[in-house]
């Protein structure tokens, strides 16, 4: 890991804002505490929420959050990095940033496969909803706070992603959806896609808590045990009619 | 209004299932109550979710909720009304169904509006995120629960309504970011804009009742008096850096 070449070079105590998103596929570690590991000298940041590289670019109006272990040093990097378009929110749950935009990720997934399908709007809705209450209940099961996960690194970053050709991971699961091979669908998608390898870690945590995620299950199904897109997706869409929020802590 | 010359003819202790959404302009009554009101015999159930009626049409997979007094209730029409690809979940939370299915239409125009303005959908992502806390905290202020403004009915709704040209407040916020004013946007948007109604009356409501509702305040004063839509937004977009979530209660 290029990481690691740093750590000779890096002054004690100095701040390391990690920008990507993931939890480490073997270890289930978030990537602040692979950052602590590797670079034990260092303090480590997340920056995460919903702003596609693009938009920042072209100067368009962008909202992230920005989680350090207190507030007010993620309050002072925050003021230090917005400008007038570029806005940064503080938060001290890193957890709560990490695992929103981990799970988000594996989500966009889904819908990029229902839109491949061209199950329509409506689907794609019910889906992003049913996936956020995933991202909640196994989310908090890791330790996030719920209203992280309801703020814009969170919602905001899963509502951003699954609906938009800009996200990496929505369009591999959208060429998934039209009948692409995983393998072949990851070619196809410049760049890397972080909810791929995030997948079956995220669907293991949820095993290992017993947190009901239909959803993350699917997509886990899907691309790392070559089951059928078209019968998954039916099978999620065809829950048996019941209570809305039956046997759901919400 | 049309309602009152069912009474005569109505059996007693008919269901009457409401699809409309919104919010009485003058008394901020809901709808199963102003049904109640005109049609004291009937018992009112409220169905609501993100669906388009092109998607049902279609055939293509859609979920969404069915509120009633008793989830018994709701339950049995469920059951009565889902089919294969149209299914419907029940609820015993009438006014959280209501409270979402209104608001969501408020902040489609705000989202509208910003799409109009070529703000980019990484903005409109940080909208709709700080748009769904402020549908949370007027609609838990007016006796709905979280679960279900969490649910198909609210979030649900309030992310399909934000982003798709299928929905008519949407697309009536989005003529006026493109510079329209609201008298000939509301004319250009063939049907009723359910939200220009909501509006006014959600803006009352959360004033009397000191909810924070900056995006919904934004909309008011944009189509109710006249504001300059380009300065709104761009207000609530540049909001002072703090901490995200400092005086919520979430």
């Given at each position: ?19 990507a ?13 692979v ?10 940041l ?18 992230l ?9 993620a ?19 890193i ?8 799970l988000k ?7 990029g ?17 049913r ?114 929020h039956?046997d759901?802590?919400?």
């Open positions: 890991m290029v990481l690691r070449h740093l750590a000779p070079v890096l002054q004690d105590g100095i701040a390391v804002i990690v920008a998103k993931g939890i480490e596929r073997v270890t289930g570690l978030f990537l602040h505490q950052v602590a590991e590797i670079l034990p000298a260092s303090r480590p997340i920056l995460s929420g919903p702003g596609f590289a693009q938009d920042v670019i072209k100067g368009l109006p962008t909202a959050t920005l989680a350090a272990t207190t507030l007010d040093e309050g002072r990097w925050s003021q230090d990095l917005s400008g007038p378009s570029f806005r940064i929110y503080a938060s001290d749950d957890v709560g940033v990490e695992a929103g935009g981990a990720n594996v989500l966009a997934i889904a819908c496969i229902a839109d491949g399908r061209g199950l329509g709007d409506s689907a794609r809705a019910a889906l992003t909803t996936g956020f209450a995933e991202m909640v209940r196994l989310g908090r099961a890791l330790g996030a706070r719920r209203e992280t996960l309801t703020g814009l690194s969170g919602l905001g970053d899963l509502l951003l992603t699954c609906s938009s050709h800009q996200s990496r991971n929505y369009r591999f699961g959208l060429a998934i959806g039209e009948g692409a091979a995983p393998a072949s669908a990851c070619a196809a998608v410049e760049g890397v896609v972080e909810g791929m390898t995030t997948t079956a870690i995220a669907w293991q945590l949820s095993r290992e808590r017993n947190i009901r995620a239909p959803i993350i299950g699917a997509v886990h199904a899907i691309i790392d045990a070559g089951a059928e897109p078209g019968k998954e997706i039916a099978r999620l869409l065809r829950r048996p009619v019941r209570p809305e039956e759901e802590e919400n």
